[in-house]
Nanobody, 124 residues
Framework: QAQLVESGGGLVQAGGSLRLSCAAS????????IGWFRQGPGKEREFISE?????????YYAESVKGRFTISKDNAKSTVYLQMNSLKPEDTAVYYC????????????????WGRGTQVTVSS
């Protein structure tokens, strides 16, 4: 059974950094895109970033995080990372790892597998 498990969330002050990890198991994700969505209080789930699992790893970012967040992967560990720098209070949300055969940036409806989420809280 395919499984995505997030870790690395927590409480950080504005301007600080966190690194989220998403460990994939249970199936081969070599043909999938894996990425991150987030859902803040009272908000819809929104796309943050994705990376294709193919050798030519394309990366994509939402405008709100471009230049601050970096997605990367370690194929040997079947793990995708999201390095988050210069965090702002508006980045506070539950962050979900997601995987799908279609581009995740086109919306959560294209996600085939979800993690359970990890809370990120940025204090001002």
């Amino acid at each position: 059974q395919a499984q995505l498990v997030e870790s690395g969330g927590g409480l950080v002050q504005a301007g600080g950094s966190l690194r989220l990890s998403c460990a994939a198991s249970g199936r081969t994700f070599s043909s999938y895109s894996i990425g991150w969505f987030r859902q803040g209080p009272g908000k819809e789930r929104e796309f943050i970033s994705e990376i294709t699992y193919a050798a030519s790893s394309g990366t994509y970012y939402a405008e709100s995080v471009k230049g601050r967040f970096t997605i990367s992967k370690d194929n040997a560990k079947s793990t995708v990372y999201l390095q988050m720098n210069s965090l702002k209070p508006e980045d506070t949300a539950v962050y979900y790892c997601a995987a799908g055969t279609w581009a995740l940036r086109y919306g959560p409806n294209l996600v085939e597998f979800w993690g359970r989420g990890t809370q990120v809280t940025v204090s001002s």
